[in-house]
């Protein structure tokens, strides 16, 4: 019972969207603001209610409601498009819309402050609930994610979304791409970006409308979705005794607002030529710990929102032609991307390294940065936890093939090269992949792509983290506004990207845009700090350690993340200054 609870909340975390086919409901749509012929234009968008009506769940041991009302933002005419950057840490976060003057493209500046980080709009939606005597029992505001569970409004509409499954949720994401897809709509459910909300079991109506801050920056009209939602309670007995009596095929989508209604599948688009769109299933919980089929150890600290809003699967899916869907993409969260195909046989010929884009691989500063006993409860030993991430700045894909020969424990691995058309020019040994058997881990590693080091003070190593060896997978949006982002990353789960322990060979990518976060938080992994002394310390990510991989720069390798120790033994602490403008452990 606690297992399931912890995959009702506990949703999973590289964030993820659907491409599902929404019924044609254009009654709601608002035109934009009257504006002079030849000023620059943006969408028409409107906020509509998919049903009138949800039934949402509160659960006897963990009470608490998530407001998936199932209102969506539409764009028609063109669509929604917002970038979202920062030059550097130490300048704030900056978001540009872009409009059109006379057929062309335009960017608009939005007002400084408009957004704080990478996860959304915030303070979009204002949700006012009120009782069956009219009497207003909640109010609160949700932050908007455009990216968020996209699907078509029209079948005439683009079949896939050009923009991100996703808004990031790093701490030290650089630039993000927003969009709603014209003819497309978007959730304005926030998701695991909010918190449920206490609502007795009941009928309830809810007025959804933007905030008057957004309607005057987008021209959205001043019109509330109203539903009628009924709250009811259940409990996990209730659950497990009707799965007991379900029959197996009926139990993974039955509970609207339980573990299949609130988990983060992901969908993602075609990698490159010759892969056609696939669903992937999302990274690992917000914890160490996860089942070997989530990506343990990998992925940003917060969710984002769920990929298939309860009002449209239950009321929408079962209306719509086989035209109107979008199966390429669409995803429940019970299928996964297949893994991407290495080489038929290991390359041949004289090796060579020619001129052409290579990946940039560069070092996230450490966070998520916390003092544990590597949850193995030994007495007197603390040990210094952290994420780390490691991204490609491009322009160019990092390509890794491994090989083995029949009965040889290891791989030998290979980096591809290929020119501006796509096609492999050249290759070059790089180390190896060995399998790890770990439960959590199941999968094969690629050897020497990282290392961690705690630093004194004066930058000289304390103490190494064992971990150098990795699964790559795209679990973050690191910067989509670099040359050659792909805005669909293929490998994002490791359950699919790394093999199996009778693989013959095996393909990783680290796509350009994003990276692989690992959190190193067990032991021999995490820092072993018992015996070292209080004070300033630096946590060191350094990609690439050994110069196997070709990069086109090497100098931008290593971040350094300031700590401070303190306590005593068995309880020490940590305080984490800010990065600059990030502010975040």
């Given amino acids: 019972m606690t297992r399931r609870r912890t995959a009702r909340l506990r949703r999973t975390l590289l964030a993820g969207t659907t491409a599902i086919a929404v019924t044609a409901v254009t009654a709601g749509i608002v035109a934009a603001a009257q504006e002079p012929a030849k000023a620059a234009k943006g969408p028409e968008l409107g906020l509509v209610a998919a049903t009138g009506s949800v039934t949402l769940t509160t659960w006897k041991e963990d009470p608490g409601v998530y407001l998936d009302l199932g209102t969506y933002l539409i764009a028609e005419g063109r669509p929604l498009e917002l970038k979202v950057t920062r030059k550097s840490y130490k300048d704030p976060v900056t978001v540009t819309q872009t409009v059109y003057e006379g057929g062309k493209a335009k960017a608009k500046k939005l007002p400084t402050g408009t957004v ?9 939606s204002e949700i006012t609930f009120t009782d069956k005597a009219g009497k207003k029992v909640l109010t609160r505001s949700e932050s908007f994610c455009p990216n968020n569970a996209s699907g078509r409004v029209r079948p005439d509409a683009p079949s896939t979304s050009k923009y991100p499954e996703s808004c990031s949720t790093n701490p030290f994401t650089l630039g993000s791409v927003w969009g709603v897809e014209k003819g497309w709509a978007a959730n304005t459910y926030a998701g695991s970006y909010t918190e449920p ?17 957004y309607r005057d920056l987008f021209g959205i009209a001043d019109k509330a979705a109203t539903v009628k939602v009924t709250v009811v309670e259940r409990s996990d007995e209730d659950e497990e005794s009707t799965s007991a009596a379900a029959p197996r095929s009926a139990k993974a989508g039955e509970h609207a607002g339980h573990a299949a209604g609130h988990q983060a599948p992901t969908a993602h688009a075609g990698h490159g030529p010759g892969h056609a769109p696939a669903p992937a299933e999302a990274s690992a919980p917000v914890t160490s710990g996860a089942g070997p089929s989530y990506n343990v150890g990998h992925g940003p600290l917060k969710a984002a929102p ?4 309860w009002a449209l699967k239950k009321k929408q899916m079962s209306a ?14 019970s299928r996964q991307a297949p893994a991407l195909e290495p080489l038929s046989k290991r390359p041949a010929g004289k090796p060579s390294v020619p001129d052409v884009p290579k990946p940039d691989l560069r070092s996230l500063p450490a966070y998520g940065i916390t003092i544990g006993d590597g949850d193995k409860d030994i007495p007197g030993k603390d040990y210094l936890a952290f994420s780390a991430n490691v991204w490609n700045a491009g322009p160019a894909q990092l390509v890794v093939d491994g090989f083995r020969s029949p009965g040889k424990a290891k ?10 058309k796509g096609k492999q020019v050249g290759y070059t040994p790089t180390g190896t992949m060995e399998w790890d058997p770990r439960p959590g881990h199941v999968h094969w590693h ?30 973050d949006a690191i910067d989509y506004t670099v040359k050659n982002a792909n805005w669909h990353p293929y490998n994002t789960d490791l359950s699919t990207a790394c093999g199996e322990e009778n693989s013959i060979s095996v393909r990783e990518v680290l796509d350009v845009g994003s990276g692989d976060t690992y959190t190193q938080d ?64």
Avoid: W
């Fill in 197 to 213: 909300v206490q609502l007795a079991a009941g009928t309830y109506t809810a007025k959804v409308r933007v905030a008057k801050k």
């Fill in 411 to 420: 791989m030998d691995a290979f980096q591809y090269f290929y020119d501006a």
């Fill in 306 to 309: 769920p990929a298939l809003p």
């Fill in 446 to 475: 690629f050897t020497d792509f990282a290392s961690y080091r705690l630093l004194k003070a004066d930058k000289k190593e304390a103490v190494r983290s064992g971990k150098e060896a990795f699964c790559l997978a795209n679990t």
């Fill in 522 to 585: 067990l032991p021999g992994q995490s820092f072993d700090i018992t015996g070292v002394p209080n004070g300033t310390y630096y946590i060191q990510v350094l990609a690439n350690p050994e110069k196997r991989l070709k990069e086109t720069n090497l100098d931008n390798n290593s971040a350094l993340r300031k700590i401070v120790l303190g306590g005593t033994p068995g309880k020490r602490t940590v305080t984490v200054p800010a990065h600059d403008l990030v502010n975040a452990n």
């Fill in 320 to 333: 719509q032609s086989s035209q109107a869907r979008d199966s390429g993409g669409q995803t429940d969260g």
């Fill in 116 to 124: 704080k980080d990478f996860s959304g709009l915030p303070g979009f």
